[in-house]
């Protein structure tokens, strides 16, 4: 930031086009801090949630029950989130992968009834998840056909193939949902292991956005889509990847969550969970605007839409309350990011 | 390439065409862009590129990196004939672009788009960005061509338009290995920003190593850059000249005349 540049959010009204007074530089400093840090917001009103919740129902909210029950709302919506980040900033968006996180385990449960070896049957239904990512990439950059409407459609698809194969019957027990062996933890029983996924793949997909040349690819097509065409980007293939990994990691952390559950719902809609996670991407700082977006925060927002659930639940106030809480932290979020892009605007030119 | 190029002899190789055009047409829909483009370009040499805006000259561009593919005519590089059905096919054969939209990106640094489409990569397969090679790299080069940012660190957005053209030529010079395409490389800049594309132009132009088609609307510019100029008309090239053999206010006059005659024409068809 430049010396001369006004502090609008500090001080709006007493900014003179004089000496800035001394004592705001420490002010400028953290509002630079959070304009460049966009994670650090949230990761801030989580913290007020978690002290607030903490003081009004006391150790009830710190107890382990609470605690992992806030991790349980958060883990689907984080595995999602972390997913659809890639999608939006390459400014396309993933309605399905809410679908796929379902459709997975679906998909696992009927190959193991076939008599299918367990690892082989989740394996393949890893494959069939990566599949479906596929279609929807490839009918969105060979058919032009926009990726909300293609993903949407998905969505309709999966769900029917869901309601007719499982006839419309519950599925349970889920394979390794009864164990209490070390695979069994690995892959659900335990607490935290769903969290845990949720985390490692958080980890991994914010080093592949920052650290890899795909990472810098995808922020190319989403920054510019035909500069970084003419300057040999694939971009095609880009967003073709992008969604395959989105739909694996759904596919991969809904079985995860299948084992947690023990059981399968065919009437769970995709939908419920893909609008938590866009939520959870745009709490999080990520534009749908493309080019900008932040895997961290996707997953700051679903802890934060976790402990917001849990904390209301406790504290006795219906899970109406919630949605409208939800609903303005989205807004709260959004509007407070378009409000430091135009701070961040007025700090550029020459 | 280069093995066959080192088998040939010697004897005169700035006379040896790295590029021909023989006849390449291109439609969009029911608008005749390209009427049958014939184009040599020699092994060293910098050819401007003249004509009105709607001449074409934006898409034979187009078609020589790869951008667009030609409906008829042949695109020979090395007396090879090639088919570029995307960028990188055009890139593998050395050629590089600037555009006259700038590929930049406006959320990356300038490090990372100075390197965009050729990252440095560690750790094998895994392609980590190699963050401080490219940083390195990136400021060395800028110093090297008097291009001044802010930092390497910034992001284009926050550049001048001068700045972020700077770059985006930087970025093609400092890749092209065989041919250099550039489509207004001087639009909207400053007279101390021109001198330094011009510079950096001429200066890889003087190494031969490169050959330079450049497209460009002021004449003054294209005589002090080009050994040759095409003028381009109607999507076909009309004129041929050596700039040796002519002037600036001969071609000046040259361009004057036949787009007079051009008006002419078109008067003549409306009466």
């Known amino acids: 930031m430049r010396p001369g540049a006004p502090t609008p959010a500090t001080a709006p009204a007493a900014t003179s086009p004089g000496q800035p007074h001394p004592a705001w530089a420490l002010g400028r400093r953290v509002l630079r801090l959070f304009l460049y840090q966009r ?17 009004r129902a006391g150790s009830t909210f710190t107890d382990q029950l609470s605690l992992s029950s806030a991790a349980g709302y958060a883990g689907p919506i984080g595995a ?55 279609i929807n990439g490839l009918i969105t950059v060979r058919l032009n056909v926009p990726s909300f409407v293609t993903t949407l459609a998905m969505n309709f698809v999966l769900f029917g193939l869901v309601l007719i194969y499982s006839n419309d019957a519950q599925a349970s027990p889920i394979p390794l949902s009864d164990g209490s062996g070390f695979s069994s933890k690995l ?6 292991s769903e969290i845990l996924w949720v985390l490692a793949i958080t980890i991994l997909m914010a080093v ?27 971009v095609r293939r880009v967003k073709v990847w992008c969604f395959v990994i989105s739909a694996f990691l759904a596919g991969l952390v809904g079985i995860v969550d299948a084992v947690k559950y023990g059981n399968l719902d065919p009437g769970n809609f995709g939908v419920d969970y893909i609008l938590y996670a866009v939520g959870a991407c745009v709490i999080g700082g990520t534009a749908l605007t493309g080019g900008r977006g932040t895997v961290i925060g996707a997953f700051i927002g679903a802890i934060l839409i976790g402990v917001l659930e849990d904390g209301l639940t406790l504290i006795g106030v219906s899970t109406n309350d919630f949605y409208v809480w939800v609903g303005v932290v ?11 892009d135009r701070l961040l605007a007025r700090t550029r030119g020459t | 390439m280069s093995v066959e190029a080192a088998a040939q002899p010697p004897a005169a190789p700035a006379s040896q065409p790295v590029l021909e055009v023989r006849g390449v047409t291109k439609r969009f829909g029911a608008l005749v862009v390209l009427r049958g483009i014939d184009l040599v370009l020699r092994q060293g040499e910098v050819l401007g590129l003249v004509g009105d805006n709607g001449a074409g000259k934006s898409t034979l561009v187009k078609i020589l990196s790869g951008f667009h593919q030609q409906d008829e005519g042949d695109v020979i590089v090395g007396g090879e004939r090639v088919r570029f059905n995307s960028v990188e096919a055009a890139r593998a054969h050395g050629i590089e672009t600037v555009y006259q939209d700038l590929a930049l990106i406006p ?21 980590f960005l190699d963050k401080r090679g490219m940083r390195r790299l990136s400021r060395q080069y800028l110093d090297d061509i008097n291009v001044h940012v802010p930092s390497v660190d910034a992001e284009t957005e926050q550049l001048s338009g001068g700045q972020r053209q700077a770059i985006a030529v930087a970025r093609a010079v400092r890749a092209a290995r065989k041919i250099l395409l550039l489509d207004e490389p001087l639009a909207a800049m400053g007279a101390r ?22 497209i460009d609307h002021n004449y003054a510019h294209l005589f002090e ?18 700039v040796h053999e002519t002037s600036l206010e001969k071609l000046t006059e040259l361009m004057v005349s036949s787009y007079r005659r051009q008006i002419e024409a078109v008067s003549n068809a409306g009466a």
């Open chain 1, 39 to 55: 994670e650090l917001t949230p990761v801030l009103i989580t913290i007020g949630l978690f002290a607030y919740f903490t003081v």
């Open chain 2, 225 to 242: 850059l080009c050994d040759r100029i095409n003028v381009m008309q109607g999507g076909r090239i009309t004129t041929d000249q050596q």
């Open chain 1, 330 to 340: 989205i807004i709260f979020a959004m509007a407070l990011n378009a409000q430091f």
């Open chain 2, 193 to 214: 920003e021109s001198r330094l594309i011009i510079d950096l132009v001429k200066d890889l132009a003087s190494t031969g190593r490169v050959s330079i088609i450049v």
């Open chain 1, 80 to 134: 999602i989130a972390v997913g659809e980040v890639l999608l939006l900033v390459l400014a396309e968006i993933d309605l399905s992968t809410g679908q796929i996180f379902l459709f997975g385990p679906w998909v696992e449960y009927w190959l193991h009834s076939d008599g299918l070896p367990l690892v082989a049957a989740i394996l393949l239904a890893l494959l069939v998840c990566c599949g479906v990512g596929a």
């Open chain 2, 107 to 127: 959320q990356l640094p300038v490090y990372l788009n100075l390197f965009l489409g050729h990252e440095l990569t560690k750790l094998g397969p895994l392609r």
């Open chain 1, 208 to 234: 592949l956005l920052t650290r890899t040349r795909f990472g810098t690819r995808i922020v190319a097509t989403g920054g510019n889509l035909i500069g970084a065409a003419e300057a040999g980007v694939p």
């Open chain 1, 187 to 192: 892959m659900g029983t335990w607490v935290w």
